[in-house]
């Protein structure tokens, strides 16, 4: 399994910018599809953004949508999140998550949790109004 160290959280203002980073270990990083997902206080952690092993397909949820963008880098094992007009409601826990796709599609990502072999520790994102 691929281990995965997320940087980058912070305090921020509403309206503020933030990119979080996603340094994953390994030599097989390219195998991956990767995604971002966050749990907020109280609440279920949820998906952000998922991309594919090439980084040619992204996914979003609605309520980042145009606002936050996923990348990589296979050649630097990175993977990241930039997050543009940041709402008080991005408030979270936010954590990269790693799916092994060896055999799957290459237009292929995930947005369900359980489909996510291996996760980071996760990074604190708060955003006061």
């Known amino acids: 399994q691929v281990q995965l160290v997320e940087s980058g959280g912070g305090l921020v203002q509403a309206g503020d910018s933030l990119r979080l980073s996603c340094a994953a270990s390994?030599?097989?990083?390219?195998?991956?599809?990767m995604g971002w997902f966050r749990r907020a206080p109280g609440k279920e952690r949820e998906f952000v953004a998922a991309i594919t092993r090439s980084g040619r397909s992204t996914n979003y949820t609605d309520s980042v949508k145009g606002r936050f963008t996923i990348s990589r880098d296979n050649a630097k094992n990175t993977v990241w999140l930039q997050m543009n007009s940041l709402k008080p409601e991005d408030t979270a826990v936010y954590y990269c998550?790693?799916?092994?796709?060896?055999?799957?599609?290459?237009?292929?990502?995930?947005?369900?949790?359980?489909?996510?072999?291996?996760w980071g520790q996760g990074t604190q994102v708060t955003v006061s109004s």
């Open positions: 998550a790693a799916d092994l796709a060896t055999y799957k599609s290459t237009a292929y990502y995930a947005t369900q949790a359980i489909d996510y072999d291996s």
């Open positions: 390994g030599r097989s990083f390219s195998l991956y599809a």
